[in-house]
């Protein structure tokens, strides 16, 4: 079992930039690819930001803005985030599941474990 725990989101000016953290704990990452989805106020589906397993894939629609690392000694996985606007207003939620398969599924039903999220918030 592994438990995700999120930080890092706040109230930002646009343009500015954060890095979000995913802190896990009851197993090491190495083996497991990593995500970063993110669920806007109206209620949409959960949208594929970003994943870390076998290799680092990025999203089209953050591709140049958004960066996904992990650092293995700490168990955690960082997403930072440059050039924020009011549209990435958001809970960002990171998750994961067993295995490297690579390339990421973008489904958020393919991932097992997910943390509680961090409130993203981009003023104009």
């Known amino acids: 079992q592994v438990q995700l725990v999120e930080s890092g989101g706040e109230l930002v000016q646009a343009g500015g930039s954060l890095r979000l953290s995913c802190a896990a704990s009851g197993r090491t990452l190495t083996t497991y690819t990593m995500t970063w989805f993110r669920q806007a106020p109206s209620g949409k589906e959960r949208e594929f930001l970003a994943?870390?397993?076998?290799?680092?894939y990025s999203a089209d629609s953050v591709k140049g803005r958004f960066t996904i690392s992990r650092d293995n000694a700490k168990n955690t996985v960082y997403l930072q985030m440059n050039t924020l606007k009011p549209e990435d207003t958001a809970i960002y939620h990171c998750a994961g599941r067993s295995g490297l398969r690579w390339p990421p599924s973008q489904r958020p039903s393919d991932y097992d474990y997910w943390g509680q999220g961090t409130q993203v918030t981009v003023s104009s």
């Open positions: 994943a870390i397993g076998a290799g680092t």
